[in-house]
């Protein structure tokens, strides 16, 4: 025994005297450990010093969580991530499902990351095992443009023999079917996969086009019953999108959305919170202060940011845009660049002085820049909808359909709202005016 103990004490000796790795780092085994209790453990400091000393799994493991953020540069970090661990198919393949579902999402990596795909798929056998079917078909679902179909349904044959849980055949077969334009046969693989894909959720909404507010809340209606067997994401994100379609208070909004927070989901949190703020007669201040309480514990910022978003609610007696403004004050002066919704939204309803349409627009383009699909919508709103210089339904339309292009489920229902507005040579001008807009921002698609 003495002879271990003397024998563990060297090893933790040398450990200590190596340079770079201190003693007290955790493993990638201690991390996934500690993630296996609890989700949102901080492990970000102890995953980048793994991935600093080049090991793969950590890199994108760290990669998963960035992906994950609202702020654009930690995404793009893990976009950089995501190809070190993959390292030209000789680290993770699986880095490349992290990147491709990125990617899928947000048509600004899916054009930066084309080129990184193209090469990537060539170097490995598809076939191979498991792991390269699945890869390769989360890159399809992204990429559709670099497979021929044959292949794929070879693919998808294969990954069906081969998966035993968290199968995702359907949402593949959805997305071939419609891609060859067999548009009953993607509906209803589309709807099949929602059951057990959360992807699948949004694929099907963006399919509907214009029929989404009939059709989707109709097929939500269907599933009701089935929400306590329904896996906690999909339930997520069917709240999530039922919540972007309301144009009034929909009860079925908060069924969803309640059920996933009892499952533990703070996203469904945030938008739970945010839907009661929309429509302040139906809901009081008091629960929905509760909510916030909820997620500032666990996520201070944005709880914070949604606190000021309470405060400027015009028909509760909490309103209170001083208030909101030191809060939002605070927020940026932490580096929190979200907190410029916050801001535009006070400088567009008045809160500190006269309505200011121009500063809001100004606010939100600080966020704009960086790829924010909230700001563009917000933009499109204020053009769509503002008094005076700001009234200007074809550069509405023009921001609205970026919003779109990045991600926001609101900007959907609105644009379509705008093209039954304006007429088939508004709607051209309003895509050249969209490209002209990409041009004076940063961040291009």
């Not at 990638?28 to 209790?37: A, D, G, T």
């Amino acid at each position: 025994m003495r002879l271990k103990n003397a024998s563990a004490s060297l090893i933790y000796l040398t450990l200590a005297l190596l340079p770079g790795l201190p003693v007290d780092a955790a493993s990638l085994p201690e991390i996934r450990y500690r993630l296996f209790k609890d989700s949102q453990a901080d492990v970000e400091a102890d995953l980048r010093e793994l991935a600093t000393r080049g090991d793969s799994a950590s890199q994108m493991l760290l990669a998963d969580r960035l992906a994950a953020s609202p702020d654009a540069g930690r995404v793009q970090e893990a976009v950089e991530l995501y190809k070190r661990s993959f390292d030209d198919g000789l680290g993770q393949l699986n880095a490349l499902t992290g990147l491709a579902r990125l990617s899928e999402r947000n048509p600004r990596y899916r054009n930066q990351n084309q080129a990184f795909f193209k090469h990537a798929i060539g170097l490995y056998s598809h076939e191979r095992d498991f792991n390269t079917l699945s890869s390769t078909l989360e890159v399809f679902l992204a990429y559709p443009q670099e497979f021929q179909g044959e292949e794929v349904t070879r693919l998808i044959n294969l990954y069906d023999q081969a998966c035993v849980e968290n199968c995702f055949s359907l949402s593949y077969r959805a997305a071939l079917a419609e891609l060859r334009g067999q548009y009953a046969q993607a509906e209803s693989y589309y709807r099949r996969a929602m059951l057990d894909d959360a992807r699948a959720v949004d694929r099907y909404y963006r399919f509907l086009g214009e029929r989404q507010e009939e059709v989707f809340r109709a097929y939500a209606k269907t599933l009701e019953t089935r929400i306590p067997n329904l896996p906690v994401d999909v339930v997520q994100s069917i709240g999530n999108h039922l919540s972007s379609l309301s144009g009034e208070n929909d009860p079925s909004v908060l069924l969803w959305l309640d059920n996933a927070i009892a499952r533990g989901s703070e996203s469904a949190l945030v938008t739970k919170a945010s839907y009661m703020m929309s429509f302040a007669d139906s809901y009081g201040y008091e629960d929905t202060l509760a909510l916030i309480d909820r997620i500032e514990a666990s996520q201070s910022q944005q709880g914070r940011a949604l606190r000021a978003s309470a405060y400027m609610v015009r028909n509760w007696r909490i309103l209170d845009p001083h208030k909101a403004y030191d809060i939002i004050r605070g927020l940026l002066a932490e580096g929190y660049q979200n907190a410029n919704l916050n801001l535009g939204e006070l400088y567009s309803m008045g809160g500190l002085d006269e309505v200011d349409q121009l500063k809001a627009i100004e606010t939100y383009e600080r966020l704009a820049d960086q790829g924010s699909a909230s700001a563009f919508y917000r933009i499109a709103t204020i053009y769509g909808r503002g008094r005076g210089i700001c009234n200007d339904k074809i550069r509405a339309y023009a921001y609205a359909k970026i919003a779109v292009d990045y991600g926001e489920l609101g900007a959907i229902k609105y644009l379509n709202e705008l093209q039954a507005e304006i007429s088939p040579a508004d709607i051209s001008a309003a895509l050249q005016a969209r490209v002209n807009i990409m041009k004076q921002v940063k961040v291009q698609l």
